[in-house]
Structures are given as structure tokens and as C-alpha cells.
């Protein structure tokens, strides 16, 4: 890849402006795309009912919006803190390993005492 290359993946290109007659047909087209795209979706008609709610109840539209936005935040914020609390503890293979080996050094040295006990046991006069 040569630099020239290099450089617009890293920066981009330059914004088109949509007076600018080398973008200007490439715009139009995009746009009337678009508006074709909303009228036969009716994300227009949506778009136009919730700005007609938005202006006549202001305040309203407010709460709504702001209270979706916070309940998301404290939603996120709970399931984060639910799942802090139940991680288990990482442990590597190697301690894993190491546990291994002490329960068993543990249960040999636990057995050889009960013999030891069992055998002086025996020893002893009843």
C-alpha cells in the first residue's frame, strides 16, 4: 500500500461540502434515495408524529426521553455490579495443580498417622 493510500485510511478523505459542484449530483442522488427510502419504510410519517408529540408536549417529551436514558444507565450500572458479585476468582492451572497436591500430601500424611495409631494400639496391654 502506497502512503497516499496509507494516509486517507488513516485520516479519510476531505468532507465533501454539498454546494460543491464535483459532489453536488452524488448528494442530490444520496438525498433523494434517502427521502425515498423514508417514505416507503414510513420512518417519515414516525418521524413526523413524534416531533408534532415533541412540540406539543415539551416537558413530557423531556421526562420520556431523559428517563429512558437514565434507566438504561442504572439498568447497565446493576447488571454490571450482578456480575462483579458472582465472578468466581480466576485460578491458574498451576494452583490449581498445587491444591491438588497438598490435599493429597495431606491424605497420605493424615493416613500414615492412623496407621501409626492403630498399630501402637495394638501394642498396648488391654
Not at 494516509?7 to 434517502?34: A, C, H, I, T, W
Not at 437514565?70 to 465472578?87: D, E, V
Not at 490435599?103 to 494400639?121: A, D, F, T, W, Y
Request: charged fraction near 30%; include cysteine.
Amino acid at each position: 500500500m502506497n502512503i497516499k493510500g496509507f494516509r486517507r485510511m488513516l485520516f479519510g478523505e476531505k468532507m465533501p461540502d454539498k454546494n460543491d459542484p464535483q459532489y453536488k449530483e452524488r448528494y442530490e442522488r444520496e438525498v433523494s434515495f434517502g427521502r425515498k427510502f423514508a417514505q416507503v419504510t414510513r420512518i417519515d410519517k414516525a418521524a413526523a408524529k413524534v416531533q408534532g408529540f415533541a412540540n406539543a408536549h415539551r416537558t413530557l417529551f423531556l421526562v420520556i426521553v431523559f428517563g429512558f436514558a437514565i434507566g438504561a444507565f442504572t439498568w447497565n450500572i446493576c447488571r454490571l455490579t450482578t456480575a462483579y458479585r458472582n465472578s468466581r476468582a480466576t485460578r491458574t492451572a498451576t494452583e490449581m495443580q498445587d491444591s491438588v497436591l497438598r490435599e493429597r500430601h495431606k491424605r497420605l500424611q493424615g493416613g500414615e498417622i492412623r496407621e501409626s495409631r492403630n498399630e501402637n494400639r495394638k501394642n498396648e496391654p488391654q
